[in-house]
């Protein structure tokens, strides 16, 4: 039974540390890329801290419903062929994220008074918080990242000895926590 709670809690460890590293991983990215559009600094995200968290429940959640798209989770299990079944995840990864951005940029538009960013310059857009290229973007990203990245990430993160998953997801956590605290606090205040 004790092995048993142990072995769970290595695995949510291993998670909390994967959440980290893909949400460090997509401010990075994201981060690069507006910096070099606009020929200056960029500091993206809604944190202190350099995390964009969007990218790592995103990618997690799909990983969960989806798994990667060599092997094929729940809605894809049953669909034969690698073409149609890559196809499938192209879509609907394109489609969650893109619904994932449409409420996170909705969310902190009216409730936070922030706008995180603003696709309106882009054709095809809806009032700035999704667009039809970053719709395929994306989908290109999730089926390549997913199919050649995620799992020599994972990997690596379980091979982590224990006490490395113990401290880096507890310290991850309270400092993610307090950013998210601090930040929520910072507009509140601001909005008085």
């Known amino acids: 039974m004790t092995e048993n709670i142990k072995n769970k809690n290595i695995l949510v460890g291993q998670y909390i540390v994967l959440f980290m590293i893909l ?6 990215v994201e981060t690069l890329f507006c910096s070099l559009l606009a020929g200056k600094w ?3 995200g809604f944190l202190t801290l350099p995390f ?8 997690l959640g799909l990983y969960g419903l989806l798994g990667t798209p060599q092997d094929g989770r729940t809605l894809l299990k049953n669909v034969s062929g690698k073409p149609m079944r890559f196809l499938l995840y192209f879509l609907i990864t394109a489609s969650v994220t893109t619904l994932a951005e449409l409420v996170t940029g909705w969310f902190f538009t009216k409730v936070c008074g922030v706008s995180l960013w603003d696709y309106s310059g882009y054709r095809f857009h809806y009032k700035g918080y999704i667009c039809l290229e970053f719709f395929l973007v994306w989908g290109t990203l999730f089926l390549i990242g997913m199919r050649f990245a995620f799992e020599p990430l994972k990997q690596a993160v379980a091979a982590l000895p224990r006490w490395a998953l113990f401290w880096g997801s507890a310290i991850s956590c309270f400092f993610l926590m307090a950013d998210w605290i601090v930040s929520y606090a910072r507009i509140f205040f601001q909005s008085i």
């Open 23 to 28: 949400s460090f991983g997509g401010w990075a």
């Open 52 to 59: 964009c968290t969007i990218y790592g429940f995103t990618i």
């Open 42 to 44: 960029c500091d993206r």
